[in-house]
């Protein structure tokens, strides 16, 4: 008996093959091209184009804790909102503490301010969503029916609380002085408020790439998206990862609503659950579970939102359903599918 | 013949048979029952709920389908007679006209975005039905040369159903028998023939089909059902029923705007109900509905009342606010998906057993 003839041949794939990862990819400048086609105007261009990347970054600061959650546990949270309101207020109320500092004018403390009303906001968010968790959420593992229901529940009881703590008024707030006002580049101002989103956006992201993919918690996390029953057996708790990763998602999501409620400068209880269809917008597009997706996806509907409401104000919202369905046609389960359909 | 109506579903517990026929009773009988503008808006909205949080029920209780565009489906109904009402003037044509495109485009739209979502998971309906909805409430309030934007739509309706118009010269039990009190009935008696009809449907080998999918979708597939088609038919009948819901409350308030129809309040109101009421029987549809409205109505007076009491404890007070209510349903809504997941229809028949 000799071993049945057969010659493996290593082919290199085709140009084409390695290209299809990075398609999506391709998206956002594609997108951005069609806007100034469109548009016209290049400084007008230059002006929404950022505004577009900084609402991106802000929804997918807010986004990314729901995907991975998702591709974790298998978790859709929709009480994810209520982090984002209760971030925002902590956040402001932290802020209104300290407008000796940020009133002052110099940037340094404005910053500090800023700082220390986010870390308020995260540290807030972060305790409610580990509360949040073993309360609402873990009886309901295993069942989306649930999830969706009890989560829903979480939102509604957490709003009327923020009505209880923080009266039923909207408040105003405006930005550390460092953060108002805007630079000119040639025709075209930006505000400056918008290019630090983006940075802080940038940064995170950076971050959170460098943790998924250079540290062990990281490769548990992504290893825990692809196969969580394979590294229960290798002897990790998963459990314990999901806490984590729930209780980073919440943090981020207050972050998200601190940055957002700055952006709008109003805030009101229901503005998570308003910006929460930005985010299931986004978190499909992307592809239920992958961070990168979801990046990429915060994205287009950032640049598509204020993109629309110049060129035609009353179909801005109608525009990013449109381009769901567009991606979803072309990939049913998203950008990149990382959790496959079960 | 009764349990021919009933479509042979029987209540199965002595409690809810009479909690239901005091219900029934009472909505017929409410004009004369209970006289009084205020009390008689209670009923109506009480039909007209029961209607609408059946056929949410059918969806999510009977099919295990979340959806959050139920209201888009409700509203949909409401603007096709308002505006049919306000386009062509008071009159029988333009209701049935009204109703006839709202039902129809109800359903085309469900026929769409089931097909669409439905096939790939169920959880992406969920998230994309809230998408869809609420762009449809912000596309309603911009285009407002159509629908009113904001304000929504005055509108006048047949003059016999109108409290100007009289029935009898003489009052009848106390009552005079006016307009409004025929709207009422024509409120009432459209309900109890759509809940009749859906109470047909969900016990029909159709309704089989669509809880042998919520048990187990992938068994039921493997036997050989379609699981998508039903899912996605279920969407379509539910989102039907719940237009023609919206066209009672156009006629019945005789104004159509987004707060009324659309917002998502009333789609948290609707799933609070199924829940409390009992997901998966069309009875706790009648029971939930009826608490919550009359809930909605008195209740929030108690707090107040018990808010002014507490007026001096801070936090108290403050969680005690009639506006607060939400709070406590909430609560009692997170309560009973975990303790109570058949509601309170559920609870009453476990106790005969």
Known sequence: ?342 | MLIRLISGDRPRSLVLTIVLVAILVGLALAPFLFPGTRSLETAARICIFIVLVASYDLLLGYSGIVSFAHTMFFGIGAYGVAIALNGMGPGWGPILLGAAAGAALAAALALVIGLFSLRVKAIFFAMITLAVASAFAVLVSQLSGFTGGEDGLNYRIPRVLTPAFKLFDQRVFGVSVNGRVLCYYFVFFASLVLFLAMLRVVNSPFGRVLQAIRENAFRAEAIGYRVVYYRTFANVLSAGAAALAGVLIAIWLRYTGPATTLSLEIMIDVLLIVVIGGMGTMYGAVVGATLFIVAQNYLQNLMGIAADVTAGVPILSGILDPNRWLLWLGLLFILSVYLFPTGVVGRLRERKS
């Not at chain 1, 956006?201 to 029953?229: S, Y």
């Open chain 1, 1 to 342: 008996m000799s071993a049945p003839d057969h010659a493996p041949t290593l082919v290199r794939a085709s140009p084409a093959e390695r290209l299809a990862p990075w398609l999506p990819v391709a998206l956002v400048p594609l997108l951005a091209a069609i806007g100034l086609a469109a548009i016209g105007e290049a400084s007008t261009w230059l002006t929404l184009s950022v505004a577009g990347l900084a609402m991106g970054m802000m929804i997918f600061i807010m986004a990314s804790g729901l995907t991975l959650v998702f591709g974790l546990m298998d978790v859709i949270n929709f009480g994810h909102g209520a982090f984002i309101s209760v971030g925002a207020f902590v956040g402001v109320t932290a802020l209104l503490a300290l407008s000796g500092m940020t009133g002052a004018d110099s940037v340094a403390l404005n910053i500090a301010a800023l700082i220390l009303a986010i870390i308020a906001a995260m540290i807030a968010t972060g305790a409610m969503g580990y509360v949040f968790e073993r309360v609402v959420v873990m009886p309901a593992y295993g069942s989306h029916l649930k999830q969706i229901l009890v989560t829903m529940g979480g939102l509604i009881v957490v709003e009327q609380l923020i009505y209880v703590i923080w009266g039923p008024d909207a408040i105003f707030i405006s930005r550390p002085a460092t953060l108002q006002g805007s630079l000119t580049f040639g025709d075209a101002a930006i505000e400056t408020y918008r290019i630090a989103a983006v940075v802080i956006g940038l940064l995170l992201f950076a971050a959170m790439r460098l943790v998924l993919t250079r540290t062990k918690i990281g490769l548990l996390v992504r290893a825990g998206v692809a196969d969580g029953e394979m590294v229960q057996a290798l002897g990790y708790r998963i459990r314990r990862l999901f806490v984590m990763v729930f209780v980073a998602g919440s943090a981020l999501a207050g972050l998200g609503g601190v940055m957002w409620g700055l952006y709008q400068q109003t805030i009101t209880a229901p503005m998570g659950q308003e910006v929460m269809i930005l985010v299931f917008i986004v978190v499909i597009i992307g592809g239920l579970g992958s961070v990168g997706g979801c990046f990429i996806g915060a994205l287009l509907v950032g640049l598509l939102a204020n993109y629309v409401a110049f060129l035609a104000p009353k179909v801005a919202l109608v525009s990013n359903i449109a381009l769901m369905v567009a991606i979803l046609m072309w990939r049913p389960e998203g950008l990149y599918a990382v959790v496959r359909a079960k």
